[in-house]
């Protein structure tokens, strides 16, 4: 059994940050979770709260005291920037004893993903995961709603990965010896079009819901309407209407690095099926 060690999850409050958080206490570890504002956030009982902010690293002597592992997210601030910060995050979490850093890959190259790359110093792990399943969550207002999915693209392929999974595959590597040096990309066991995950959710809840495929004139306008900025579409436009081959394949690497098989979209749809029942 691993032994008991402390560590620092950077962006916990955040969808893959909470799973980590979560795997680490299931399995026995001590976690310290950072964030911005201890008033606001909420975690289970075990946690440590301690605020601070990636964009002032020189702030964080203390919560990286008596800390084995640092789980790292590339960007910061009230505006979500790029950090710039890494080389001296690196070398506070040296100073303190942090012996392994996994870092969640941001979609590109980014400067602190750079920084740990390029750091020596510590066993580092970059995690790589694919379309989140929770991205489903999207669809949920219109399902509760009229029943239905509004989409383009719905012949796109995607391996797409429980938000659960990458946080095993997180502890894992945080806690345990064999995984420096290493890029995961994190999938889910099995490739889904957008037809299948509707029939999924909707085996979850129990009614029928249809799907109606956009064009991607109307998916533009749908997007714009909800808010979103144009870089934020054009990437999906991408990511959706050329979904790279990274994207669409199943890595295995779940079952290779926690021993057990990745999640299923079936499991996830069961978890949340409430949500899509307009339950809270």
Same mark, same amino acid.
């Given at each position: ?65 008596? =800390?084995?592992?640092?789980? $790292?997210?590339?960007? +910061? ?7 710039? %910060? *890494? @080389?001296?995050? !690196? ?77 095993? =595959?997180?502890?894992?590597? $945080?806690?345990?010896? +064999? ?7 994190? %999938? *889910? @066991?099995?490739? !889904? ?88």
């Amino acid at each position: 059994m691993t032994q008991t060690q402390k560590i620092l999850v950077t962006g916990a409050t955040g969808t893959v940050g909470r799973q980590i958080v979560a795997e680490l206490l299931d399995r026995g570890h001590e976690v310290r979770a950072l964030t911005r504002d201890a008033a606001k956030a909420s975690f289970p009982a075990g946690v440590e709260v301690v605020e601070g902010d990636l964009t002032e690293p020189d702030g964080l002597a203390a919560a990286l005291e008596g =800390v084995t592992g640092l789980h $790292l997210i590339t960007f +910061g601030g009230a505006a979500f920037s790029p950090l710039e %910060t *890494g @080389p001296r995050l !690196l070398e506070l979490a040296r100073s303190a004893g942090v012996r392994r850093v996994t870092v969640l890959h941001g979609g590109g190259p980014t400067p602190l993903e750079d920084a740990v790359r390029a750091d020596d110093g510590v066993d580092w792990t970059v995690l790589m995961p694919v379309e989140f399943m929770a991205n489903a969550l999207e669809w949920a207002d219109g399902i509760v709603a009229a029943g239905e999915v509004r989409e383009p693209f719905v012949d796109r392929l995607s391996a797409m990965v429980h938000e659960g999974d990458i946080g095993a =595959v997180a502890a894992v590597a $945080l806690t345990q010896e +064999g995984h420096g040096g290493q890029e995961y990309v994190i %999938t *889910g @066991p099995e490739v !889904l079009t957008v037809g299948d995950k509707v029939k999924t959710i909707a085996a979850a809840v129990g009614r029928e819901v249809t799907l109606i495929e956009l064009t991607q004139q109307q998916a533009l306008a749908q997007w714009r309407a909800a808010g979103l900025p144009e870089d934020v579409i054009g990437f999906l436009l991408e990511a959706y209407g050329n979904t790279p081959e990274v994207g669409r394949t199943v890595s295995g690497t779940v079952e290779k690095v926690t021993g057990r098989p990745a999640r299923t979209f079936a499991q996830w749809a069961a978890e949340h099926a409430d949500a899509f029942r307009g339950q809270s």
